[in-house]
């Protein structure tokens, strides 16, 4: 499948030239609409033209600490505008930028150390500082650095010149660095879709080391769009003022945090008149949390997937059913290829994907780099089917499905249908080893009601109700919460361990 470019959302740019590179395309916008609004959090303000000033004041002291073309500079500390300087200050001399989630324990830190040889790293002024770092500027020194008399010359770079690391989350292992050059970013300007438009004001809840910002500057740059940070923690208080307040034009949250911001009080006298489009992902989203968010919002609520690897891959659409929006993940975007290999006799196949905006590889590793790209086609983890509209239904990662007396269970399908289950706030099915009958399921759940929580026989004779009666969960485990990992995905290796 692929996408076939008439995207209706599709706007053009504020700045549609030909910019080689980040720094190129930043100190552009600085002279076009230097006044116009780059970020806001918790009440700090920067526009385009005091964030390029920053980037270069900060860029020349990275210089003056080792850092040069080419070199790495990791960027550990929490989402914020300062994080959002340092990327830039890295671009602006040459230098590669790695965000490095805060999240992420000591073994997974000191590996990225390892493997990058930086010669530069920013902390927060508390954290415990990793070896073999050449230099380390915690984030309490960036306020008087930005401020310097000394600017960095923008470096004149080449678009094929590597841009940004970003860490994959290590679920299955330590982090992976996946190596983007600015060609590859600068694709993300045609897949925005609704993800952008002309100095829109965008709500962002993602972490910064994620690629949904690392990947995405050049978009929100080229668009002239002001990113609105969320605050940490998240709170639907938090959200609900920032739409109202920042006068929010894109919305994006994941279905967790719609859902809580559905039970706001506040929420039916609040004035989102604003909001042209919600986006939602990481998680499927029932059909009645869809109808409702679109109904609160007045405006259409958007499914996107995509991976570290490949940043942009599909998206549904306005018009779109709510069923659609649940059951799938929408249609290929504008210049992205999907194709699935190795399918099985139900449809289901492992998605492979090849567009502009995927990565060149993983970052010192020629053999993990070999398995993932073949013949140009980023083979993923994932495992999916098309409709016959051509939209793409995620059935789960190749490590999780699992086989229960011979018969294939994709635990993403029962998920969703046990999340239908008003007695249901969160659900994880997991397979793991059983005698005679190879695997079994569990169901991990967090009820609605503490009070009342779903029984075993509720979730088996939903499932039944529903898919084959093989898929039902043989086992019922309840939690106050479900494990996350640094990306806020759910831990399914965590939870494979206590089943």
């Known amino acids: 499948m692929q996408g076939d470019g ?13 910019y080689a590179t980040f720094g190129a395309l930043l100190t552009e916008a600085a002279v076009q609409f230097p006044e116009a609004e780059a970020y806001v959090h918790r009440g700090e303000r920067m526009n ?16 003056q600490r080792g850092a040069g073309v080419g070199d790495i500079v990791l960027i550990g500390i929490e989402s914020s505008i300062d994080f959002a300087i340092c990327f830039a200050a890295a671009q602006m001399i040459g230098a590669i930028a790695s965000g490095v989630n805060t999240r992420l324990g000591k073994r997974e830190i000191a590996a990225i150390v390892a493997k990058t040889d930086a010669r530069l790293m920013i902390l927060e002024d508390a954290a415990e500082a990793p070896e073999g770092v050449g230099q380390i500027i915690r984030r309490g020194e960036l306020g008087a650095l930005c401020n310097g008399s000394e600017l960095a010359d923008i470096h004149d770079g080449l678009a094929s010149d590597l841009s940004v690391i970003i860490w994959t989350s290590g679920t299955t292992g330590l982090p992976k660095g996946a190596c983007f050059n600015h060609a590859n970013l600068a694709s993300a300007v045609h897949t925005a879709g609704p993800m952008a438009a002309p100095f829109a004001r965008k709500l962002s809840s993602v972490p910064f080391a994620h690629a949904g910002f690392m990947a995405k500057g050049w978009e929100q740059v080229a668009y002239g769009m002001s990113l ?3 605050d940490t923690p998240w709170s639907a208080d938090n959200m609900l003022r920032l739409l109202v307040d920042e006068r929010i034009n894109i ?25 042209s489009v919600g986006i939602t992902a990481t998680a499927p989203a029932p059909p009645e949390l869809i109808e ?4 609160a919002i007045k405006a259409p609520l958007i499914v996107r997937y995509s991976m570290t690897e490949c940043p942009s891959m599909t998206g549904t659409r306005a018009g779109d059913s709510a069923e659609t929006q649940y059951r799938s993940v929408g249609a290929a975007q504008p210049g992205v290829e999907l194709r699935l290999v190795d399918i099985d006799e139900g449809g289901v196949g492992r998605i492979t994907v090849r567009a502009p905006c995927m990565m060149q590889g993983y970052w010192r590793d020629a053999e993990r780099t070999a398995e993932a790209i073949q013949d140009g086609w980023l083979i993923s983890s994932d495992l999916g089917r098309f409709d016959g509209d051509g939209n793409l239904i995620l059935a789960g990662r190749t490590g999780e499905m699992y086989i229960r007396g011979g018969y294939n269970i994709y635990p993403l399908e029962v998920e969703r249908v046990l999340s239908e289950l008003e007695s249901v706030a969160s659900v994880a099915v997991v397979g793991v080893p059983a005698p005679t009958i190879g695997e079994i399921g569990v169901a991990f ?16 004779a939903k499932v039944k109700a529903e898919l084959a009666e093989y898929k039902a969960p043989d086992r019922l485990v ?14 399914k290796a965590a939870l494979k361990l206590v089943a």
Request: charged letters at 20%.
């Open 478 to 491: 309840l939690l106050d919460s479900l494990p996350l990992t640094p990306m806020m995905k759910v831990n």
């Open 292 to 295: 409702q968010v679109t109904c």
């Open 48 to 63: 385009y033209g005091e964030w390029c000033l920053r980037a270069r004041a900060l860029g020349a002291a990275f210089k």
């Open 445 to 460: 759940v967090v009820p609605a009601d503490p009070d009342a929580p779903p029984t075993l026989e509720d979730l088996r």
């Open 228 to 230: 609105i940070i969320s």
């Open 6 to 18: 008439s995207d209706p959302w599709y706007q053009t740019p504020v700045l549609a030239g030909d």
């Open 251 to 275: 919305a994006g949250a994941v279905p967790t945090q719609w859902a809580k911001l559905l039970e706001h009080p506040g929420l039916a006298g609040a004035d989102l008149s604003n909001i």
